[in-house]
């Protein structure tokens, strides 16, 4: 297990690369998303294959400062997370308190074995819903929700 350290000494625990490597083994993920998971080695980013969901990116870090600064206003709230790779601060929002939260990402490969795993690896009692889409798509899947 990985685990992202705060500014404020919060700890958040993510999947490692053994760990997630396990999931796809255990879970026929070549078979399923062969043609995504085949990009990840190569580089950061191969467009429209693997858009970088399976590595932390620096603007997580802060994010996730900012939520840590605010933790009241997340109790309660339903969440959205676009482009969530990891979705470090989507789950701190869960350790404030937020009700439901939805995270998205390009990749179904990252949303399977790396996002939704790591909620399972921190304790909150959010509902949590993962899918894979593009942006675009989004408003239509969250059409009537509030
Ligand atoms: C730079 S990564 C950031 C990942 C994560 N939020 C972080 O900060 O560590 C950008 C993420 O946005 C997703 N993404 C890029 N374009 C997208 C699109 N058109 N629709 C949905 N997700 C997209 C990628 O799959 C990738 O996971």
């Known amino acids: ?11 958040i625990s993510y999947l490692n690369e ?24 190569k580089s950061d980013i191969t467009v429209h294959k693997y858009e970088g969901g399976f590595k932390i990116w620096e603007c997580t870090i802060d994010l996730c400062d900012f939520i ?13 997370e676009l482009g969530c790779g990891a979705a470090l601060p989507a789950v701190l929002t869960a350790i404030h308190g937020a009700k439901e ?11 399977e074995f790396f996002t939704l795993p790591n909620f399972e690896s921190n304790e909150h009692v959010a509902k949590v819903e993962g899918a894979a889409m593009g942006w675009d798509e989004v408003p239509q899947k969250l059409n009537g929700r509030k």
Not at 101 to 111: E, L, M, P, R, T
Request: proline residues 2%.
């Open 1 to 11: 297990m990985n685990v992202l350290k705060l500014t404020n000494g919060r700890e």
């Open 18 to 41: 053994v760990e997630v490597q396990i999931g796809i083994d255990e879970n026929d993920g070549e078979e399923k998303y062969g043609s995504e998971l085949k990009n990840v080695e």
């Open 68 to 80: 840590e600064e605010n933790p009241s206003f997340f109790a309660g709230k339903s969440v959205l």
């Open 101 to 111: 939260i939805f995270v998205q990402d390009f990749n179904a490969s990252v949303i």
